[in-house]
């Protein structure tokens, strides 16, 4: 069974930096990996996304978010500085697991609260 489990969401000061980590277990190999996040009031939109060595940021982020694979393992960490007012809400991770043909499609973590205050 597939499970997606994130950490490091925190309470920063603008300008502040915070690491966001998740692991995915259960997974024997997956493509995309990545970090999403919900505002209240907003629809979840996309941060950042990692398959291979390509990577995707939002406009928003560009500059200042990192996403990384760590090598052959199932986690993704999100680098995130200098961060904003508007960069607060819940950061859901994905994982589009191939393998276990049983679990193929997109997973979900249960998220992890970032905010960040003036």
């Known amino acids: 069974h597939v499970r997606l489990v994130e950490s490091g969401g925190d309470l920063v000061q603008a300008g502040g930096s915070l690491e966001l980590s998740c692991t995915a277990s259960?997974?024997?190999?997956?493509?995309?990996m990545g970090w999403y996040r919900q505002a209240p009031g907003k629809e979840r939109e996309l941060v950042a996304t990692?398959?291979?060595?390509?990577?995707k940021y939002a406009d928003s982020v560009k500059g200042r978010f990192t996403v990384v694979r760590v090598g052959a393992r199932n986690t993704v960490t999100l680098q995130m500085n200098n961060l904003r007012a508007e960069d607060t809400g819940v950061y859901y991770c994905?994982?589009?697991?191939?393998?276990?043909?049983?679990?193929?499609?997109?997973?979900w973590g249960q998220g992890t609260q970032v905010t960040v205050s003036l």
């Open positions: 994905s994982a589009d697991v191939i393998m276990p043909l049983a679990d193929k499609g997109v997973h």
């Open positions: 259960g997974v024997i190999h997956s493509a995309t």
């Open positions: 990692v398959v291979g060595r390509t990577t």
